[in-house]
Nanobody, 112 residues
Framework: VQLPASGGGLVQAGGSLRLSCVAS?????MGWYRQAPGAQRELVAV???????NYSDSVKGRFIISRDNAKNTVYLQMNSLKPEDTAVYYC??????????WGQGTLVTVSS
């Protein structure tokens, strides 16, 4: 499954960005992970095909994940961004056999 993503960039603290990612094949669950310099990759938010979403505690109330099943696209609306949100964000897709696919990553930089 190919997962081209878009929407990263530079934003000031308190600003917003929206990431999007299109899957080339069928998926069960899609979402976003991130990896900051020197840190491990961590889950940000994921959503299943029937709309069940799960968020990390660090982004709850600020980020919203959504999905358009007809377009095989997942979105991440990021609001009230903080400098600690700075990371490379990776799109993830998991099929019903729990096989993961990863996008190439898109850089989000939040300046203070």
């Amino acid at each position: 499954v190919q997962l081209p993503a878009s929407g990263g960039g530079l934003v000031q603290a308190g600003g917003s960005l929206r990431l999007s990612c299109v899957a080339s094949g069928s998926t069960w669950r899609m979402g976003w992970y991130r990896q900051a310099p020197g840190a491990q990759r961590e889950l940000v938010a994921v959503i299943t095909g029937d709309g069940m979403a799960n968020y990390s505690d660090s982004v709850k109330g600020r980020f919203i994940i959504s999905r358009d099943n007809a377009k095989n696209t997942v979105y991440l609306q990021m609001n009230s961004l903080k400098p600690e949100d700075t990371a490379v964000y990776y799109c993830n897709a998991r099929n019903t056999y729990f096989v993961n696919s990863w996008g190439q990553g898109t850089l989000v930089t939040v300046s203070s």
